[in-house]
């Protein structure tokens, strides 16, 4: 194992333990690289790169801390892996909304607050006023988001959202090329939102298989 991956591994097994906890301040260096056997170096290099992944904080004049290692942090760096994409991922990326986002949209119909529920509707409302390609994706955006919100679960909503980015130029080309796309996005996506206001999880989550799978296969066609 090389020297960073070994202190890397030590910290990580620090906080796994409860050693060290969300919000708690590491040991000075010189302390910690005695303390686990590391050079100063080696530490230095571990340290800047689990705050890289967003487990660390180092701050200026301060010190190194454990950051709130909430998933939302630490899937942070999903986003940014996923930003590299080539355009033949763009469908396997699509295969994994259609495994993620169905799954969100049941857990919606069963844990989303009424309020949301209404901020979902509005949100769908606001669809036949945009009155460009890109005002109807961040739309359809929104609606995914708050989806993926009312599910209740931080992981799933964080995995969702870092996989939404690169599949925003596959949603304005088909809006470009596909007729009846805004359209049927909008049927698609009251059927979605009325299977959530109704409380049916299995028909919120079939809605929503029949919505991902129809863009999947659009592009697949335009592929």
Do not use: C
């Not at 396997?92 to 509707?121: C, F, N, S, W």
């Not at 909503?157 to 939404?164: H, Q, T």
């Amino acid at each position: 194992m090389a020297l960073t991956d070994e202190a890397i591994d030590k910290i990580k097994r620090m906080i796994t333990s409860g050693e060290l906890g969300p919000g708690d301040r590491l040991p000075k260096e010189a302390d910690l690289a005695e303390r686990l056997g590391l050079s100063r170096n080696s530490l230095r290099e571990a340290v800047k790169a689990l705050s890289m992944i967003r487990v660390l904080d180092v701050r200026q004049g301060d010190g190194t801390y454990v950051t709130s290692l909430e998933p939302d942090l630490l899937l942070d760096a999903l986003s940014f892996v996923v930003d590299f994409h080539r355009d033949d991922t763009v469908l396997q990326i699509l295969e994994v909304r259609r495994i993620l986002e169905p799954a969100a949209t049941a857990l919606a119909a069963q844990r989303m607050q009424e309020a949301d529920v209404d901020k979902l509707q509005a949100v769908l409302d606001d669809l036949s006023s945009a009155t460009t390609i890109e005002a109807l994706v961040a739309n359809d955006l929104e609606f995914h988001r708050l989806i993926a919100a009312g599910a209740g679960n931080a992981v799933l909503y964080s995995l969702i959202e870092g996989l939404s980015g690169p599949t925003t130029r596959a949603r304005i080309w088909r809006g470009l090329t596909q007729e009846g796309a805004v359209a049927r996005t909008r049927e698609q996506h009251q059927s979605i939102l009325d299977a959530v206001a109704a409380r049916q999880p299995e028909l919120a989550r079939s809605w929503a298989m029949i919505h991902i799978a129809g863009v999947e296969e659009w592009l697949r066609r335009a592929l």
